[in-house]
């Protein structure tokens, strides 16, 4: 079993009040979408839309998990998921305050977010200060434009 340093609980994501029109403007788009593709005979894609379409009306409506985050002699913990710092390049510390971002050497998942809630920044660089250099790290564009549009 390995040292705790900090923990604290977090939501997995911030939560976004989404109204009717949000729900309206994503279903008119993809009814456009799914529409188009049946004419062009792509059923497939059609088919993929409108899974797609229905997943994310689905989260966008469940509220965010409560995970608890743990910063370990052996790696960054939040949830059931372990990041080593093995595969860590870096972390920084953004939006005042409220967002710890770990940089990972992961293709699929360069940028982790984590929230930060009732825990001091200072206390959580003191410690990942010991093990991953902080770095210049700056959310994805994409990432911010997703935001913007309610995602």
Same mark, same amino acid.
């Given at each position: 079993m390995s040292k705790v340093f900090l923990t604290w609980e977090a939501p997995e994501y911030f939560p976004k009040e989404r109204n009717s029109d949000w729900f309206w403007a994503v279903g008119i788009i993809s009814a456009a979408i799914i529409v188009t593709s049946i004419l062009l005979n792509n059923l497939l894609l059609a088919i993929f839309f409108f899974i797609a379409t229905f997943s994310i009306f689905m989260y966008a409506k469940r509220p965010p998990e409560i995970v608890k985050v743990q910063i370990t002699e052996d790696g960054v913990r939040a949830g059931k998921t372990i990041y080593p710092y093995s595969m860590l390049k870096g972390y920084a510390i953004k939006d005042e305050g409220h967002v710890l971002l770990l940089q990972s050497s992961s293709i699929l998942n360069p940028l982790i977010p984590i929230l930060i809630m009732n825990t001091d920044?200072?206390? +959580?660089?003191?410690?990942?200060?010991?093990?991953?250099?902080?770095?210049? +790290?700056? +959310?994805p564009l994409s990432q911010k434009i997703l935001e913007n549009l309610g995602f």
């Open positions: 920044p200072e206390k +959580i660089h003191a410690v990942l200060g010991n093990y991953l250099n902080e770095e210049d +790290i700056d +959310i």
